[in-house]
């Protein structure tokens, strides 16, 4: 009988998983009739809702009778005939219904599945715009599968115009939206295919724990309480730092992982507070070329592919050391689109009689041809300058005789106005902006005129990806209080090694650590790693650790380094920011599922939230609130 079992299963069903199912079903004493009673229940299952997807349907089906299931996108009730646009995440089909029992308690957003005969359009209502847009389905039956309430807080089609606290609360709803819910299928997309291009390089895919120990990585972390080790509290990792590097002292060659970061951060349009992803990858006994060759490969492929036409900068990426990033374009993160630099005049200056430029830092910007702009145009500019804290905003235009106008001007002689023309490749009718303040915010201020004047005049072409690496990076910095700080990734190798750390100027020690920018939006960051425990001790030692600090809080890292750990460098692209550039969104949270709101609410679930007395005490926690809120 077992054997008649195994022959009917066999021809009957395609699955092998589903012949095992039915042996197994049979072992423990279940008649064979009923296998075949699931077994034809799980065909009908398959069946019931669709037959083909609401954007697969061509002319082949004509006259065929089908069913369809999605979402109603639209109803336009004609008296005796109703047309329904049916929607699923494939596409919409055009749903004609003659019987107006079928439309009872029919709402916008309505689940449903409808069957019927597949027909042609009349040729005056066919819809170009749509590939199922030549024909309609006749329904001939139509079942509610999930109900909708006939008031939605916003028009799906139209959910990106509403308030963002309201789209939150209703992500559900807003991730219906075509443009929406397109985002996150290209996220997938991308993602996949960020994998396949690090394997094809040799990497191995190997995920780091979530709950671990608190680590500098520059943003405060997430702490998690123990309940086994009262007092004791896991954090949130910023980033696998210190997993990745142990994974090169255990021997992997190439590790890369798509990797769940978590900040404690405010929110900025290239930031989510809370959590994002990154394209986290190291490599042992790899020079920062080594990590460049890599990323320019995957990243270029990937804007490439997923850029839409557009433009990507060709390998090998323009390299701009920090200084001269900070110079000429007032930022570390410098979008190379716009075509205007920024240009230092201190000493140009130093004899020149004008005293708000006096003992001060000046920086210059040239327009070409700015002196056409209305007088508005000046009048805006100088209104910005005063909104991010100048106290006004010099310029000068050269007129086509050669002569120099603007307030400026009279305060030059003849031999400096030729000097500032031939200086700044000066040509008639371009206008020469003067940004002066302390040398602490100067080149701030000046990055954020260009960004201005190259946006206002039309300079920065859209079509573009311009990607560039900014490299030696200062090891150190002043924080507030006075004393050193590491600027950037505090487990970076320094140039010259500690030799560096012990003869130099901290301040005037680089790093081997350096950034990726696209377009003025800082990409990834990554370094040669620190590999010696020497140098790690006398590194954290200028930034105030002593060696018992660093053993205390890097124990790992310091021990590790110790049994013959390799030189690794790598770097981590934020995966969250690739996909708001390559869908031209204005704010990251366009490309995340279920984001958090700009005051890391999640406003769907609601968290953060209250937790009970009982929770709090399993973690050995008791909450002191502010008098005002106790009961």
Avoid at 393 to 415: C, H, N, R, V, W
């Amino acid at each position: 009988m077992r054997e008649n079992i195994r022959e009917k299963c066999c021809t009957r069903l395609v699955s092998y998983d589903i012949i095992n199912s039915c042996l197994w079903i049979f072992r423990r004493g279940i008649p064979p009739c009923l296998i075949m009673v699931w077994k034809g229940m799980s065909e009908m299952a398959q069946e019931i809702y669709r037959t083909h997807t609401c954007g697969e349907l061509a002319e082949q089906n004509l006259d065929e009778t089908v069913r369809l299931a999605g979402w109603v996108d639209t109803i336009r009730d004609h008296g005796g005939v109703a047309f329904l646009d049916l929607r699923d995440q494939y596409g919409v089909t055009q749903v004609v219904v003659h019987d107006d029992a079928l439309l009872k308690d029919l709402h916008r957003e309505t689940a449903i599945t409808v069957s019927g005969k597949v027909v042609a359009r009349d040729e005056e209502t066919v819809n170009p715009k749509i590939p199922t847009g030549r024909l309609e389905v006749m329904a001939d039956s139509l079942e509610v599968l999930g109900p909708c309430v006939p008031n939605l807080p916003f028009d799906v089609q139209e959910s990106t115009d509403t308030r963002e606290e309201v789209r939150l609360k209703y992500r559900f709803l807003d991730l219906r939206n075509p443009r929406v819910h397109e985002n996150i299928l290209f996220r997938s997309k991308v993602v996949s295919f960020l994998r396949r291009k690090m394997e094809e390089l040799g990497f191995t895919e190997i995920t780091t724990p979530i709950l671990t120990c608190s680590s500098p990585e520059g943003a405060r972390d997430y702490i998690i309480p123990s309940r086994k080790h009262e007092g004791k509290f896991y954090a949130l990792p910023q980033a696998p730092q210190q997993f990745k590097q142990l994974l090169m002292a255990s021997g992997f060659d190439k590790y890369f992982q798509i990797a769940p970061c978590f900040r404690d951060e405010d929110a900025r349009a290239d930031r989510s507070p809370g959590e994002f992803y990154q394209l986290d990858f190291e490599m042992a006994f790899a020079t920062q070329e080594d990590v460049f060759a890599v990323a320019e490969q995957v990243l270029y492929d990937t804007f490439a592919t997923f850029g839409n036409g557009r433009k990507v900068s060709p390998a090998p990426f323009r390299r701009i050391p920090y200084e001269e990033a900070m110079l000429h374009y007032g930022t570390d993160k410098p979008d190379l689109r716009n075509p205007l630099l920024i240009e230092d005049l201190s000493d140009f200056f130093v004899d020149v009689d004008f005293k708000p430029f006096q003992k001060k830092p000046v920086r210059g910007i040239n327009v070409p041809g700015c002196a056409k702009m209305p007088k508005s145009f000046f009048e805006k500019m100088l209104a910005f300058a005063m909104e991010i804290g100048m106290k006004g905003l010099g310029y000068l235009t050269l007129q086509e005789d050669g002569s120099f106008k603007g307030p400026i001007a009279k305060f030059l002689t003849e031999e400096k106005k030729q000097e500032l023309i031939e200086r700044l490749a000066m040509k008639a009718e371009d206008t020469l902006f003067f940004i002066s303040d302390g040398k602490a915010v100067v080149d701030r201020l000046a990055g954020q005129i260009r960004t201005a004047l190259g946006e206002r005049m039309g300079l920065i072409e859209k079509d573009r990806f311009e990607l560039c690496y900014i490299t030696d990076f200062p090891m150190y910095e002043k924080n507030e209080e006075g004393k050193l700080d590491f600027t950037h990734n505090p487990f970076s190798m320094p140039q010259g090694g500690l030799e560096a750390l012990e003869t130099m100027n901290p301040l005037e020690i680089k790093a081997y650590q350096y950034d990726i920018v696209c377009n003025g939006v800082e990409l990834s960051s990554g370094a040669v790693r620190n590999h010696r425990p020497d140098i790690m001790v006398k590194a954290f030692e200028l930034a105030g650790y002593t060696a018992e600090d660093v053993e205390a809080r890097f124990g790992a890292l310091y021990h590790a380094f110790q049994y013959g750990a390799p030189p690794h460098a790598g770097m981590a692209p934020g995966v969250d920011r690739m996909l708001m550039l390559l869908r031209d969104e204005e704010n990251i949270r366009e490309v995340i599922a279920f984001p958090m709101n700009a005051n890391a609410q999640d406003l769907l679930l609601g968290a953060p939230g209250e937790v009970t007395e009982q929770q709090l005490r399993e973690v050995h926690i008791k909450l002191r609130r502010p008098l005002e809120n106790r009961v």
